[in-house]
């Protein structure tokens, strides 16, 4: 592909933000205007001695507290990503904050009802609270692991537009063509395509959840490993640990800022300025073939 020709991932980034955003702005409405009218629909057909204002007033506040909790799972589904590899030990921690985070929406819907009741001249009454909160929370937990599944599905989508680095696998007969345990090559699978990087090419690499940033000619393809790991497997001759979240490949590195703090500022040959903290820096400067 023409290297000046924009990828469809390109020209989605500067609308990717909105898009997020809208998407949840989106769904809160549809929701909270389709449900709250079902609702009085129901009201209606049973005769129900209910003001019309009050199935709005339940459905707009549990709707708003959905998209007020929205990045907090968004915040921990990226700390802590949910794939087919570690759901069993990331499950019981899912749990844990799905209660969490059922009881901030249940607190913040009681109080958005409380104040609109309180403005209309009524009395809203949530209830006993330990017969209540179970049964709120049996309803929450299902949207929880709805909105989960579908921001990991979106993460994907994304990846797969971007391409996704994996090591190569040894071959089931004969010697590997690279080295398995100082890979020459990565693989990255992009949409329907698959191709090959030198890990010369590798520009550096920054820690990101459980997966790690490869950095190659200005794009960035996740490989699913930890920084540590990833360090094993690099040359050490070319490449080193400037940072907790970043490696650089020595050849990148246009030079060095020494900061007051201690730390240092690399400058990368692509304009690119990463952080190099004090741990790192003298032998970094060895490295790179300075004084420290």
């Given amino acids: 592909m023409n290297a000046s020709t924009p990828t469809a991932y390109e020209r989605f980034l500067p609308w990717k933000r909105w898009f997020e955003i809208g998407y949840w702005v989106a769904v809160t409405l549809f929701n909270a205007i389709a449900n709250s009218t079902t609702m009085w629909l129901d009201i209606q057909r049973a005769h129900l001695d209910t003001a019309p204002w009050e199935p709005v007033v339940w459905e707009w506040s549990s709707g708003l507290m959905w998209l007020a909790l929205a990045w907090p799972l968004v915040w921990f589904t990226r700390r802590h990503p949910l794939h087919w590899g570690a759901w069993r030990r990331e499950l019981p921690r899912y749990l844990a904050f799905s209660v969490a985070f059922s009881l901030a929406h249940v607190l913040g819907m009681v109080v958005l009802r ?11 009454d949530f209830g006993n609270w330990l017969v209540e909160f179970p049964y709120e929370y049996l309803k929450d937990v299902r949207s929880f692991f709805m909105m989960v599944a579908l921001v990991e599905l979106y993460r994907l989508l994304l990846r797969r537009m971007q391409g996704e680095a994996s090591m190569l696998s040894a071959p089931d007969e004969g010697p590997p063509l690279d080295p398995v345990e100082r890979p020459e090559r990565f693989l990255v699978r992009k949409l329907n395509r698959e191709f090959l990087i ?18 190659v000619r200005g794009h960035d393809y996740p490989l699913r490993s930890t920084i540590g790991g ?7 001759a070319h490449f080193a640990r400037i940072q907790r979240s970043y490696i650089v490949n020595l050849d990148q590195i246009a030079s060095i800022e020494p900061l007051d703090t201690g730390d240092a500022r690399v400058h990368m040959k692509d304009d690119t300025r990463l952080p190099c903290s004090r741990t790192y820096r003298a032998n970094l400067r060895q490295r790179f073939g300075q004084e420290g």
């Avoid at 990833?230 to 050490?236: A, N, Q, V």
């Fill in 114 to 124: 409380e104040l609109a009741y309180h403005w209309m001249g009524r009395h809203y």
């Fill in 198 to 215: 030198a890990a010369a090419d590798i520009e550096w690499l920054q820690a990101s959840g459980n997966y790690v940033n490869l950095r």
């Fill in 230 to 236: 990833i360090e094993d497997k690099l040359d050490p």
